[in-house]
């Protein structure tokens, strides 16, 4: 019992690992993607003197720390990002893997995370959801919905049933938003809200939908509290969504029962 326990450690630790490595590609990608670059063709480079990195300078994380958060040629700032994103991405790699242990589950929700990553980031950098991530998220998790968060203990049938109900939901509520509110929340946002709804069902989303808007409620009230942004200055919804997509994954059907028990 002991040795499985260490085993399984073990695997947690080195799912921490690929996390690392994977979070170094998120950034990649979320450097590249909106620019319209390759993200596989360029090696990595500086992207003020671009100059080639070399390998010890790609160590997630370790390398940021001691070039203390400076390129070793042009000393060109490295955003704290970098890092942060490298060890979000290990952190949600090691709960996946501790979690859900190997299994197609596991290997279902890596993936997600790791877009809702990207997602995250570049609508945070850029206001921007990008379709080129959307819409192959989206061909993806229609195709593994059986064997992901969705379809867990369902039939075939009844896993397509609860990916459309979540799919209306999470892209109808944003659409009826965005439709109303004009402004101030993108079709971007809808077509990610669709995404989370073909990711984790029904239930799972509209949890997600309500802690976005709490957050992001309560985000916008305390900016506009200490004077950091007016009321007109739009801040994008869709590191929202996605950050309480993750929860929503994790613990969509958890705190809809606790929800439940608060009213009952
Ligand atoms: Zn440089």
Redo the contacts with the bound molecule.
């Keep these: 019992m002991v040795l499985q326990e260490t085993a399984s450690a073990a695997l947690v630790v080195l799912a921490g690992l690929v996390g690392l490595a994977v979070g170094s590609f998120l950034n990649v990608c979320s450097d590249r993607l909106p620019r319209g670059q390759s993200i596989i063709a360029v090696p990595s480079h500086?992207?003020?003197?671009?100059?080639p990195l070399a390998p010890w300078d790609l160590v997630p994380v370790l390398s940021f720390l001691w070039l203390r958060g400076q390129?070793?040629?042009?000393?060109?700032r490295i955003p704290w990002r970098v890092p942060l994103v490298e060890l979000a991405t290990g952190i949600l790699f090691a709960f996946v893997v501790f979690r859900y242990g190997i299994t197609a589950q596991a290997g279902v929700l890596l993936p997600f995370v790791s877009v809702l990553v990207v997602v995250f980031v570049v609508d945070l950098e850029h206001s921007l959801i990008l379709n080129k991530v959307i819409y192959p998220s989206m061909a993806v998790a229609l195709v593994v919905a059986p064997w992901g968060p969705v379809g867990h203990g369902l039939s075939i049938q009844s896993a397509y049933l609860e990916v459309l109900k979540g799919v209306l939901v999470g892209g109808g509520a944003p659409f009826i938003i965005y439709l109303l509110a004009r402004g101030g929340f993108g079709a971007g946002d809808v077509k990610l809200g669709s995404l989370l709804g073909l990711m984790m069902g029904f239930i799972p989303v509209i949890v997600t939908l309500q802690l976005s808007f709490l957050a992001g409620g309560m985000v916008a009230a305390t900016l506009m509290v200490l004077r950091i942004r007016r009321r007109k200055d739009p801040i994008p919804f869709g590191p929202f969504l996605a950050g309480a997509g993750v929860a929503g994954l994790f613990w969509g059907h958890t705190i809809f029962r606790w929800y439940q028990g608060l009213f009952n």
Excluded at 46 to 51: A, K, L, T
Excluded at 71 to 76: D, I, Q, V, Y
């Design positions: 500086c992207d003020s003197c671009g100059q390129c070793r040629h042009c000393r060109a």
